[in-house]
């Protein structure tokens, strides 16, 4: 896994990416060498990280 690219995205995703399960979900995710997918794979990922942090949003149709 590419330390450096995680650290940009720690920094955008902010206090999120501290949570083992986020960091699980980039460990999964990244490795996928297409582009698309793995950006939408982190849109995902980020919309999980939303509903772990605020329970009382759990809109799961929302994508």
Do not use: Q
């Amino acid at each position: 896994m590419n330390y450096k690219f995680y650290e940009i995205m720690s920094r955008i995703t902010g206090r999120l990416a501290y949570r083992p399960i986020i960091f699980a979900l980039y460990i999964m995710y990244f490795p996928c060498m297409s582009v698309p997918a793995s950006f939408l794979r982190y849109v995902i990922s980020v919309k999980v990280a939303s509903w772990l942090k605020e329970p009382e949003n759990n809109d799961f149709h929302v994508f």
